[in-house]
């Protein structure tokens, strides 16, 4: 293919990777970001609701009597678990969803202080379950 005389110096040069990718052509930058963006909101969102739905099942009604007889944790172990679960769900949907839909308002010092504060509720939740385990192990 011949050069035009006034194209610049690099026409008919192909770029790896700037116009095909196998074959298909390049899709735009911002396309593939809101995709990428929507599809980790939804699995985020996904993965929230069952941490939150079951960790609530756990806290209110407890488990199977055949998987307390079984683990040795006790009903305080199992309660407190569902409650960390329970935070763990809102955390994840905190950290992974509203902040990146909603990224101006992570500079708020509100939203710290509220996802701190999940964060200190599952963990104080997640030792309350490990030391009525260790109680519940010892009887």
């Known amino acids: 293919m011949a050069r035009p005389p006034n194209a610049p110096s690099s026409f008919g040069r192909r770029k790896v990777g700037s116009d095909t990718l196998l074959g298909f052509p390049e899709l735009p930058l911002p ?5 990428s963006l929507t599809l980790l909101s939804v699995l985020a969102t996904l993965w929230a609701v069952v941490l ?8 209110v009604h407890g488990v199977p009597r055949w998987i307390d ?6 009903t305080v172990g199992w309660r407190a678990l569902g409650a960390a679960m329970f935070c763990g769900g809102q955390f994840v949907f905190m950290f ?10 992570t500079r708020r010092p509100v939203t710290w202080v509220c ?9 104080l939740a997640l030792a309350i379950a490990l030391v ?8």
């Open 115 to 123: 996802e701190i504060g999940i964060v200190f509720i599952g963990m």
């Open 96 to 105: 992974m969803v509203a902040d990146r839909l909603f990224p101006r308002a």
């Open 132 to 139: 009525a385990s260790a109680v519940q192990g010892s009887l």
């Open 52 to 59: 939150v739905v079951t960790g609530l099942a756990v806290a």
């Open 31 to 35: 396309i593939i970001r809101r995709f």
């Open 69 to 74: 007889a079984s683990s040795g944790v006790g």
